[in-house]
């Protein structure tokens, strides 16, 4: 037997008519369908930028990847959404940065608290990767995975020996026994200031860990370590350590969490409620609009917080991505510089966020980006420092005068000395029979060639450099942070920190993440913390940016205004100033406005 259902010519089916009556629902709830479970892929940590403007991505029509700012206010927001009913990702990072990690994590505990959600993997490759599921309220993994909570582990090379072989000889100078960028280089193991501030590093790192572990799993964090000792954990230890909920593969993971939420427990059924990635969900949630209407002269937007990123090494000059050899875009001092005082000029910034992830580098860069922070102080508007993976050396100078600093637990910090100096090669191009020689017109014109060694007089020049720059930054640590220079002069000498112990020492003021920093600033803007503000990043790197070229180094929500009044007056001032905001409300729709 059979059942014979007519339908007439033309009309959808049962099926068709599901999926078109999803499709509605979908564009109803403005194209997040109702009651859906977010889908995140995490086999690596949303980068903290997207890069700067790839015109070959533009248009081969790719899009940028999610930053990690998009993904964790995503996540928060969806916490709050009555469409979102779950969430499940696949989470098997090879190897990642605690901040980050713990940014990421911070809003998942948040969402976990108050909906299902799921972490599935073929095998958690590592620490870092099982810290970040055990956020999740279900752990699961395949058969013949593992959970690679091993710990943490430190192994630098060195290559002293090796260059002696070679025949390159290093010439560096280091202020602060624990700057260790050269010893790479000068070394061939740990010196024991060296091996105390990396052995310090991990067990606050390997502490945060477990606690937060054994807070989300409900197991004793002593027993945790110890079962630490024994990873990488076969499947019946992790079981049986309740490290791991579930045993399956990833259609039961997704059956389950359909089960969570009061759905048909199928993977990709028919019936299985709609699935919508977190790409899709942060860029239908983020807020993007089209400029409102100007305002009346005398009535204010609605206030505005700045996001300022560098990410990356410290130049001087522009920055940007490394031509050749490919390499990390670079931060550069003149960009970073230049973005904090377009933030300055504009009236409705009630406050600069300065999101620091960089290991430091040109001192003449970082210090130029350190007077723009000191201006923006003086002139009244309230500046954080957020610091994201990394923040040492260059990085941890840009924040110090801020008027709080914020850094995840697991930030990388503080690096508070000076490196400088050359690799000699003279000896390695002897031996391969290159021949050099050199023609100057004065002493010092080739002193830093790796030709030749420096001098006994060029030497003295560069260690006077060094102890200079030391000082100043010893100094202004004091000055920005309130700290007396003996109180820094302890906790400096080019010691790395995690953020953790960087509040302990008084380098930092709170632990958190960007959103933790904003709150901060709304806060130092004399706004409630909760209050609904305008987050606006900088520098662009749009392709309106790149197409149209600045008419001088002037602000360009000054310049306008400025020009204008000088022939007028100052009573149009105003309301030109009110105009020309909202053309710059225009390009910010290419900058990637967000709100939290």
């Given at each position: 037997?059979?059942?014979?259902?007519?339908?007439?010519?033309?009309?959808?089916?049962?099926?068709?008519?599901?999926?078109?009556?999803?499709?509605?629902?979908?564009?109803?709830?403005?194209?997040?369908?109702?009651?859906?479970?977010?889908?995140?892929?995490?086999?690596?940590?949303?980068?903290?930028?997207?890069?700067?403007?790839?015109?070959?991505?533009?248009?081969?029509?790719?899009?940028?990847?999610?930053?990690?700012?998009?993904?964790?206010?995503?996540?928060?927001?969806?916490?709050?959404?009555?469409?979102?009913?779950?969430?499940?990702?696949?989470?098997?990072?090879?190897?990642?940065?605690?901040?980050?990690?713990?940014?990421?994590?911070?809003?998942?505990?948040?969402?976990?608290?108050?909906?299902?959600?799921?972490?599935?993997?073929?095998?958690?490759?590592?620490?870092?990767?099982?810290?970040?599921?055990?956020?999740?309220?279900?752990?699961?993994?395949?058969?013949?995975?593992?959970?690679?909570?091993?710990?943490?582990?430190?192994?630098?090379?060195?290559?002293?020996?090796?260059?002696?072989?070679?025949?390159?000889?290093?010439?560096?100078?280091?202020?602060?026994?624990?700057?260790?960028?050269?010893?790479?280089?000068?070394?061939?193991?740990?010196?024991?200031?060296?091996?105390?501030?990396?052995?310090?590093?991990?067990?606050?790192?390997?502490?945060?860990?477990?606690?937060?572990?054994?807070?989300?799993?409900?197991?004793?964090?002593?027993?945790?370590?110890?079962?630490?000792?024994?990873?990488?954990?076969?499947?019946?230890?992790?079981?049986?350590?309740?490290?791991?909920?579930?045993?399956?593969?990833?259609?039961?993971?997704?059956?389950?969490?359909?089960?969570?939420?009061?759905?048909?427990?199928?993977?990709?059924?028919?019936?299985?409620?709609?699935?919508?990635?977190?790409?899709?969900?942060?860029?239908?949630?983020?807020?993007?609009?089209?400029?409102?209407?100007?305002?009346?002269?005398?009535?204010?937007?609605?206030?505005?917080?700045?996001?300022?990123?560098?990410?990356?090494?410290?130049?001087?000059?522009?920055?940007?991505?490394?031509?050749?050899?490919?390499?990390?875009?670079?931060?550069?001092?003149?960009?970073?510089?230049a973005a904090l005082r377009e933030a300055a000029a504009d009236d409705d910034v009630a406050a600069v966020v300065l999101r620091v992830d960089s290991p430091g580098g040109a001192v003449t860069g970082s210090e130029t980006i350190w007077?723009?922070?000191?201006?923006?102080?003086?002139?009244?508007?309230?500046?954080?420092?957020?610091?994201?993976?990394?923040?040492?050396?260059?990085?941890?100078?840009?924040?110090?005068?801020?008027?709080?600093?914020?850094?995840?637990?697991?930030?990388?910090?503080?690096?508070?000395?000076?490196?400088?100096?050359?690799?000699?090669?003279?000896?390695?191009?002897?031996?391969?029979?290159?021949?050099?020689?050199?023609?100057?017109?004065?002493?010092?014109?080739?002193?830093?060639?790796?030709?030749?060694?420096?001098?006994?007089?060029?030497?003295?020049?560069?260690?006077?450099?060094?102890?200079?720059?030391?000082?100043?930054?010893?100094?202004?640590?004091?000055?920005?942070?309130?700290?007396?220079?003996?109180?820094?002069?302890?906790?400096?000498?080019?010691?790395?920190?995690?953020?953790?112990?960087?509040?302990?020492?008084?380098?930092?003021?709170?632990?958190?993440?960007?959103?933790?920093?904003?709150?901060?600033?709304?806060?130092?803007?004399?706004?409630?913390?909760?209050?609904?503000?305008?987050?606006?990043?900088?520098?662009?790197?749009?392709?309106?940016?790149?197409?149209?070229?600045?008419?001088?180094?002037?602000?360009?929500?000054?310049?306008?205004?400025?020009?204008?009044?000088?022939?007028?007056?100052?009573?149009?001032?105003?309301?030109?100033?009110?105009?020309?905001?909202?053309?710059?409300?225009?390009?910010?729709?290419?900058?990637?406005?967000?709100?939290?």
């Open positions: 037997m059979f059942a014979f259902r007519p339908s007439l010519p033309g009309l959808p089916g049962p099926d068709e008519l599901r999926v078109l009556v999803r499709k509605v629902d979908t564009a109803r709830h403005h194209g997040v369908p109702n009651g859906c479970v977010l889908e995140l892929d995490l086999q690596a940590v949303p980068p903290e930028t997207a890069g700067g403007f790839d015109p070959v991505a533009f248009v081969m029509g790719n899009s940028r990847p999610m930053v990690l700012r998009d993904a964790v206010a995503a996540i928060h927001r969806a916490a709050d959404d009555k469409r979102v009913a779950g969430l499940i990702a696949r989470v098997q990072l090879a190897a990642a940065a605690a901040g980050p990690v713990q940014e990421l994590r911070d809003a998942i505990v948040a969402f976990s608290a108050v909906k299902p959600s799921i972490a599935w993997a073929e095998t958690y490759p590592g620490t870092m990767s099982y810290y970040l599921a055990s956020a999740f309220r279900e752990v699961w993994m395949q058969p013949s995975g593992t959970v690679g909570l091993v710990g943490f582990a430190t192994s630098p090379m060195f290559l002293r020996d090796a260059f002696d072989k070679a025949g390159i000889e290093a010439q560096f100078v280091a202020r602060g026994e624990y700057k260790s960028a050269a010893n790479m280089f000068t070394q061939d193991r740990y010196t024991e200031p060296h091996r105390e501030a990396d052995g310090r590093l991990i067990e606050s790192l390997h502490a945060q860990v477990l606690a937060a572990i054994a807070e989300s799993r409900d197991v004793d964090a002593d027993e945790l370590d110890t079962l630490v000792d024994r990873a990488p954990l076969l499947r019946d230890d992790a079981l049986a350590a309740k490290l791991v909920d579930r045993i399956g593969f990833r259609d039961e993971a997704y059956a389950r969490v359909s089960e969570l939420i009061g759905g048909t427990p199928e993977a990709d059924g028919k019936d299985a409620p709609p699935r919508l990635f977190l790409t899709r969900y942060a860029k239908a949630t983020a807020g993007h609009t089209l400029p409102e209407v100007p305002p009346l002269p005398g009535v204010k937007h609605k206030p505005t917080i700045a996001v300022v990123t560098m990410a990356g090494p410290i130049v001087s000059g522009r920055g940007g991505p490394s031509a050749f050899p490919p390499g990390p875009s670079s931060v550069g001092g003149d960009t970073i510089a007077r723009e922070v000191v201006r923006l102080r003086e002139a009244g508007t309230p500046v954080v420092a957020s610091m994201g993976a990394v923040a040492a050396s260059g990085g941890y100078y840009v924040s110090m005068a801020a008027d709080h600093i914020v850094a995840n637990a697991g930030t990388i910090t503080g690096s508070i000395g000076v490196v400088t100096g050359k690799l000699v090669t003279k000896g390695l191009k002897e031996r391969l029979g290159v021949g050099s020689d050199s023609v100057r017109t004065n002493e010092n014109a080739d002193a830093w060639s790796a030709n030749q060694p420096f001098t006994e007089a060029q030497h003295a020049h560069v260690v006077a450099e060094a102890d200079l720059f030391y000082t100043d930054f010893v100094e202004r640590v004091a000055e920005g942070r309130n700290l007396s220079v003996e109180a820094v002069e302890q906790v400096a000498r080019g010691r790395i920190w995690t953020g953790a112990d960087a509040l302990e020492h008084g380098l930092v003021d709170e632990l958190g993440g960007l959103r933790t920093a904003i709150r901060r600033a709304k806060v130092l803007a004399g706004l409630d913390p909760d209050a609904t503000a305008k987050v606006v990043n900088y520098p662009g790197s749009s392709l309106l940016d790149h197409v149209r070229p600045k008419a001088s180094s002037q602000p360009a929500a000054a310049s306008l205004p400025e020009a204008v009044a000088a022939v007028l007056g100052r009573s149009l001032v105003g309301a030109l100033g009110q105009a020309e905001r909202s053309l710059t409300g225009v390009s910010a729709l290419w900058l990637g406005d967000y709100r939290f």
